[in-house]
């Protein structure tokens, strides 16, 4: 089975543009979760989505946000990017149900804001 | 909210012994789940070993086992016959049992180890 995918690895922003980005789920996982890991920060949950609803949301901006389509591909997106945002963005799968919840990753975005 | 605590930012151990890496967290929940992962240097964080909070027996994944402390709110994870590979930071994760935030997982700062020969 194919793991996690995200797109694209690498990406460089100038402050105030915008970015997207994608992540694939394990096939048949209907929940994908978004993770933002930085140096000083460390890893904090940004927000979780369920068969298309976002079910769960971290402490982050309004700035921030996402979608999940009808094949459980996520994105998500940053408007008017600040330095601070230059992260890892790692996205993880799992089947969604509360029990059989194990979130695998993916090998993540790396968002470079100059 | 929970936290979760790693005391330990840098250990090394050497090839074939063991290390134990520690992991303390703070909740008012009686249900819940507790992960360690592994983070090598390509980044891809990968999940070490699981324990349910209800389960006293101590999970254990081939050379990696848990020392599960319910009462002292401890989740230390032992690596046995250390090898190379396992060189990469460890973040010890809790996530809760209730519906509606049991995706979230809230992870420790992390213990980044060292394997030398």
């Known amino acids: 089975k194919a793991g996690v995918t995200q797109t694209p690895r690498y990406l460089i922003k100038t402050r105030g543009q915008q970015v997207t980005l994608s992540c694939s789920p394990i096939s048949g996982h209907r929940s994908v979760s978004w993770y933002q890991q930085t140096p000083g920060q460390g890893l904090q949950f940004l927000f979780e989505y369920f068969s298309e609803t976002q079910r769960n949301k971290g402490n982050f901006p309004g700035r921030f946000s996402g979608r999940q389509f009808s094949n459980s591909r996520s994105e998500m997106n940053v408007s008017t990017l600040e330095l601070g945002d230059s992260a890892l963005y790692l996205c993880a799968s799992s089947i969604g149900l509360i029990f059989q919840s194990e979130q695998y990753f993916g090998p993540g975005t790396r968002l470079t804001v100059t | 909210a929970q936290t979760v605590t790693q005391s330990q930012p840098e250990m090394s151990v050497q090839e074939a012994e063991t290390v134990t890496l520690s992991c303390t967290y703070d909740t008012s929940e009686s249900d819940y789940y507790l992960f360690w992962y592994k983070q090598p240097p390509s980044r891809q964080m990968i999940l070490v070993i699981r324990?349910?909070?209800?389960?006293?027996q101590n999970a254990t994944e081939n050379r990696f086992s848990v020392n599960f402390q319910k009462a002292a709110k401890s989740f230390s994870l032992k690596i046995s016959d250390s090898q190379l590979g396992d060189a990469a930071m460890y973040f010890c994760?809790?996530?809760?049992?209730?519906?509606?935030?049991?995706?979230?997982?809230?992870f420790g700062t992390g213990t980044r180890l060292q394997v030398t020969l």
């Open positions: 994760a809790y996530r809760s049992a209730l519906t509606g935030t049991a995706s979230k997982l809230t």
């Open positions: 324990q349910e909070a209800y389960k006293q």
